[in-house]
């Protein structure tokens, strides 16, 4: 359990670490639980949909799309079932939020579920975990029951004539299945090779080529939350374009890593790391920042981030003066992902940093696209090879070379996602991985850790 | 194998099971979805999904076995031959990395006695170092069969591994697992 700032807003994590709440439906029906379905239920589905557009909230899941935009690009005129699905894959390294939802409040998750599945009219829903969850799909498995039998969930909802199904279905470990059309083929029973585009969106065509609309866990979690307040009240929560809260998560080098709500631009990354995480260990120094899970860029302590933000107004940050909401680290050049503050500082060796991230893409690459997957495969051989010994002057270019044939030639997102932290450390870091090619036994940092 | 052969001859799963996967098959709009929950749940009571086992869950899908094979051949937790009996899992990703999990990988090869990746002689303990397990804020993260353990490095690597070897790990309130740790009481009036 993290320990709460002071200065957080919680919503959606209100009651979360609360100790005389529980995730049984008795402790979320005593503090309103449900009462947001029923006041949707009141509305008309187009209405909801309406809510969640005026908004503004924009997906959690990494992408940062508006979720009422999302939820327009349903086909509605086909004629064919219309399915919801919830993206709790959660495997973006560094982001451990959707579990804190699920495992200790996940009538949220379901009251937010239900309530976009009347919005878009889906009559079968699914939960989509990752299968390293094991108690996690236990508890959501129990949580549908006790809303079934109290009639938020399943067959004629709250005595209406809208029924909506639930199933929690388990994934088997693999990355892959968090990209949507992956997911959706995973789902059909197949290998999750994520689809061609377009369609850009499975609203048009996803499950079992109907309508789909895939949303992250805290997004629908949001979705109860706009329900309550109204989507124009919500809207005011955080700053124009980013809206709402964020659960941001912080790992690595921090005294007090953790997960932590704070409404969208309420305090930059310098504070997140030196206020709210409590700095760095002592006598250490800040190495670099990996802003949005590890397929974000890297920032680095000691750059400065300069140019015209959206509204016409020009910044001019260091690394700790990005605005932690959607535009600032996007601003910076990285992205907010998913949420997911990795903190290095300078004992990492920044190579090995590296290697480990590419042992990671090459692991989980589907092996679809050929750029993707043999490229995946060098970066993590190369990085490997320069942290056992084997460096080279020009291995920072070789990277850069094979990153850049990946980036713009895959189906998905995830040769993007691989090819991004090469791009990020080789150019930002170019002398660490230039001066590996003269290290030795003899001077290597002592105080370095392994990571790879 | 010929399409006479009955399902019962070809796999034998106790009656458990077979309920359960009765029970999730017809909760899919098609068949075929309940792939992974029917592997899961065949490999959660033998351990793994072999040839045979691949094919009764095809044939209880009305799919062909190689249906069944690339998803064991592609998901990484799914298996062809079983993990030990009591399985852990140290996170390589990393945020657990640079809170020192290869560390803590090689100090468990060392005290279980296995090395990363392979299951013991005596098929009792299996190591696999694997990719994120989001829990990162309390890395490394570690799990043994299905409950996960925070902040196991250094000394309380070794501590925890000395306890996992005597059989004495639950109910250690230091190495409370995040599943233990979770209030999941119904709230008194």
């Known amino acids: ?452 | 194998m010929s399409a006479t052969v009955k399902m019962e001859n070809l796999l034998k799963l106790s009656a458990e099971t077979l309920a359960k996967i009765d029970e999730v098959v017809p909760k899919y709009p098609q068949k075929r979805s309940a792939a992974l929950m029917v592997i899961h749940l065949v490999q959660d009571e033998l351990g793994a999904v072999d040839d045979t086992a691949c094919e009764w869950i095809a044939k209880r899908l009305e799919l062909q076995p190689i249906n069944i094979k690339e998803l064991i051949t592609f998901y990484p937790m799914l298996r062809e031959n079983p993990w030990g009996r009591k399985h852990v899992r140290v996170c390589r990703t990393l945020p657990c990395a640079l809170r020192g999990s290869y560390g803590t990988c090689k100090t468990f090869e060392k005290m279980l006695g296995v090395k990363e990746g392979h299951v013991r002689e005596d098929g009792e303990y299996s190591l696999e170092f694997m990719e994120c397990l989001a829990d990162c804020g309390q890395g490394p993260v570690v799990i043994v069969d299905e409950k996960t353990y925070e902040n196991i490095e250094g000394e309380r690597a070794t501590k925890f591994a000395e306890l996992l070897l005597d059989g004495k790990l639950d109910g250690v309130e230091e190495f409370k697992s995040y599943e233990d740790s979770l209030n999941q009481q119904i709230p008194k009036q």
Not at chain 1, 121 to 127: D, E, V
Not at chain 1, 203 to 223: M, S
Not at chain 1, 398 to 425: D, H, M, N, Y
């Open chain 1, 1 to 452: 359990m993290s320990e709460q700032s002071p200065k957080e807003r919680r919503i959606i994590l209100k009651y979360a670490d609360d100790p005389a709440y529980s995730n049984r439906i008795d402790c979320y029906l005593r503090v309103g639980g449900y009462q947001n379905l029923k006041k949707a239920f009141a509305m008309k589905p187009e209405e909801v949909g309406e809510e969640v557009l005026k908004s503004g909230v924009r997906g959690r899941g990494g992408a940062g799309f508006p979720a009422g935009m999302k939820w327009k690009f349903l086909d509605r005129k086909s004629g064919k079932p219309i399915y919801l699905i919830c993206n709790a894959d959660e495997s973006e390294p560094g982001t451990f939020k959707d579990r804190q939802i699920m495992y200790k409040d996940p009538h949220q998750l379901i009251e937010g579920m239900m309530i976009s599945a009347y919005a878009i009219g889906a009559s079968q829903a699914f939960i989509y975990i990752r299968a390293e969850f094991h108690e996690g799909a236990r508890i959501l498995n129990r949580a549908i029951s006790e809303a079934k039998d109290k009639g938020f969930c399943g067959n004629n909802i709250l005595g209406s004539d809208f029924s909506c199904d639930l199933v929690v279905h388990r994934g088997a470990g693999a990355y892959i299945c968090g990209e949507e059309t992956g997911l959706i083929e995973s789902l059909e029973g197949k290998r999750p090779n994520p689809r061609i585009k377009p369609p850009y969106f499975p609203a048009v065509l996803g499950l079992y080529q109907c309508p789909t609309i895939v949303n992250n866990v805290e997004t629908l979690c949001n979705v109860r939350h706009i329900i309550e307040m109204g989507g124009e009240e919500f809207s005011k929560i955080g700053k124009p374009n980013n809206t709402g809260t964020r659960i941001w998560c912080v790992s690595g080098q921090v005294m007090k890593p953790g997960y932590y709500e704070f409404e969208c631009g309420a305090l930059t990354l310098g504070q997140m790391i030196f206020d709210v995480c409590g700095g760095l260990r002592p006598g250490r120094s800040l190495k670099a920042v990996i802003p949005g899970g590890s397929s974000a860029k890297v920032l680095r302590a000691d750059e400065r981030f300069s140019g015209t933000l959206k509204d016409g107004t020009a910044f001019d940050w260091g690394l700790g003066d990005i605005p932690l909401d959607f535009d600032g680290p996007m601003s910076a050049g990285s992205m907010s992902g998913s949420g997911g503050i990795i903190v290095m500082d300078d004992t990492v060796d920044i190579v090995q940093a590296m290697a480990n991230i590419n042992a990671f893409y090459a692991h989980e690459s589907c092996g679809q696209c050929t750029p993707c997957r043999e490229g995946s495969l060098w970066m993590r051989k190369i990085t490997q090879r320069m942290c056992s010994g084997g460096a080279r002057k020009e291995d920072a270019d070789l990277l850069l070379s094979v990153a850049k044939q990946i980036e713009g030639r895959t189906i998905c997102a995830f040769g993007e996602a691989a090819a991004w932290p090469t791009q990020s450390f080789v150019t930002k870091f170019k002398d660490d991985f230039i001066n590996k090619a003269s290290e030795t036994a003899e001077n290597r940092d002592p105080k370095s850790l392994q990571l790879i």
